[in-house]
């Protein structure tokens, strides 16, 4: 495992986390009674030298959170660890946040959350009133780290100063179809000691070279219009390139698509995984080392991808909706 340098928290920060999304979630087909491979899967990933594990309230609701917080106890506790959660800011104020806190920490079963997120910015009030919960929540020491989530670089900025503290992490979407965060976020991370959690990095499996038009995934959230008939042939040259850097490194797509992430600095990739054999592949990514021109001609590759997507979707979510019911 490789870890990011220079951060002065009480651990290291792994490149490659566990995301948690799916544990306990019905709408992943993970239901309750997935707490049982989620334990072998944490403990994997603890032997394996994972530090990250990322959930949120609305994960399952709340059964992600005691999942995880079961599993990190059964594989030795906490320490150690970096454990992350966020709050969903339907009413972001100070004190709702502060609520919200305490019951998050109740089901991870932690004295203090390591990094403490709010999960995505409200479209309309600032975070004034949550920043200055999330300041009275450090220092009483029930919250570590302050992190957000989905923020443009010019909202974090703002969050930092309505916290009058850093605001170490910012979580959005990055993969090789999400390549925005390189542009802005990264640089920022990277020059202000910050860091960037990449959630979907293989985009939602797209970037696993496991499907195409023909084999399509059967659960609720990927039936959407990124896996359309058309999109999924878009990404064949993609996944070719994918393969081609794959077999030079003797690795898989996905692998070397996780190795596109973390290539960037400050940056933590947190995919989740279904087996230990998922997630024993993910952290294998961690070790693959991309040349230039390996990161350059996928990064090349992503951007020749033309997809469906904006108001020319419709028709074709539509066609594919009936197609399905014939």
Do not use: C
Request: net charge positive.
């Amino acid at each position: 495992m490789r870890y990011l340098d220079d951060f002065a928290t009480p651990a290291r920060w792994s490149v490659i986390g566990l995301g948690t999304w799916q544990f306990g979630s019905s709408e992943w087909g993970y239901g309750p009674g997935f707490a049982g491979a989620a334990t072998r899967i944490v403990a994997r990933a603890r032997e394996l030298g994972v530090t990250v594990f990322d959930t949120a309230e609305m994960y399952g609701p709340g059964r992600s959170e005691r999942i995880l917080g079961d599993a990190l106890r059964a594989s030795g506790g906490p320490d150690g660890a970096v454990v992350a959660t966020k709050f969903l800011p339907v009413l972001p104020l100070g004190p709702v946040l502060q609520q919200r806190a305490v019951a998050s920490a109740d089901r991870l079963g932690v004295p203090t959350v390591d990094l403490y997120q709010i999960h995505k910015p409200h479209p309309v009030l600032g975070d004034a009133s949550a920043m200055r919960g999330m300041a009275a929540l450090q220092r009483i020491g029930l919250v570590r780290e302050a992190g957000v989530s989905a923020y443009s670089l010019a909202r974090w900025r703002r969050a930092e100063r309505d916290l009058g503290a850093p605001v170490l992490s910012n979580q959005v979407e990055f993969s090789l179809l999400r390549r925005e965060p390189a542009t802005d976020l990264v640089p920022y991370a990277a020059e202000h000691g910050r860091i960037v959690l990449a959630y979907s990095p293989l985009a939602q499996g797209l970037l696993t070279g496991r499907y195409d038009e023909t084999h399509r995934p059967s659960n609720t959230i990927r039936r959407n219009t990124a896996w359309l008939p058309e999109n999924l042939r878009a990404l064949r040259p993609l996944l070719d390139v994918l393969r081609d850097v794959a077999s030079a490194h003797d690795a898989t797509p996905a692998q070397v698509a996780l190795a596109w992430v973390v290539h960037h600095p400050n940056t933590v990739a947190i995919p989740g995984a279904s087996s230990v054999a998922q997630l024993e592949s993910n952290v294998a990514a961690a070790d693959i080392v991309l040349g230039p021109a390996e990161h350059a001609g996928l990064t090349a590759a992503a951007a020749a991808v033309h997809r469906t997507i904006g108001p020319r979707r419709f028709p074709a979510l539509a066609r594919d909706l009936l197609g399905s019911r014939v």
